[in-house]
């Protein structure tokens, strides 16, 4: 009989590489949100470091990492924080340009990736609140 107990199983924040991961796919994201004629206005800060910062702590929180963003910021409520911006399938499609890019700079294993891809393509989806122009 072994003393050691069975490690837990990885998240997926681990499998991927953990913070690094994460902020390398939050920072090729934002490489496209910078010249974005219609995603960059709904950045209000001057600066995209504070918009980082968020989305990387969002992100690594719902893919088992440190809890930082809702011990800083509560509950996530993506709809209720998008619901001033007009996110129509335009927008939606140029969020999701830019993450693609963002997915495949990783070179992550196939299963990760699509993992990943999958999670980011419905919640692109979810948060339209509009079909106007």
């Given at each position: 009989?072994?003393?050691q107990t069975p490690a837990a199983p990885e998240?997926?924040?681990e499998l991927v590489g953990g913070h690094d991961t994460f902020v390398?796919?939050?920072d090729a994201f934002?490489?496209?949100i910078a010249d974005d004629e219609v995603l960059r206005p709904m950045y209000p800060e001057a600066d995209l470091g504070p918009a980082k910062v968020r989305m990387t702590m969002f992100l690594e929180q719902y893919w088992g990492g440190p809890t930082t963003y809702s011990d800083?910021?509560?509950h996530?409520?993506?709809r209720m924080r998008h619901a001033p911006f007009k996110v129509n399938p335009d927008?939606?499609?140029r969020w999701l340009k830019h993450m693609r890019a963002a997915v495949d700079s990783l070179d992550l294993a196939p299963l990760h990736h699509a993992t990943l891809w999958d999670y980011l393509d419905r919640a692109a989806h979810?948060?339209?609140n509009t079909f106007d122009d």
């Open positions: 009989m072994s003393d998240s997926f924040y390398r796919l939050v934002y490489v496209g800083q910021r509560g996530p409520r993506l927008a939606r499609d979810s948060l339209i």
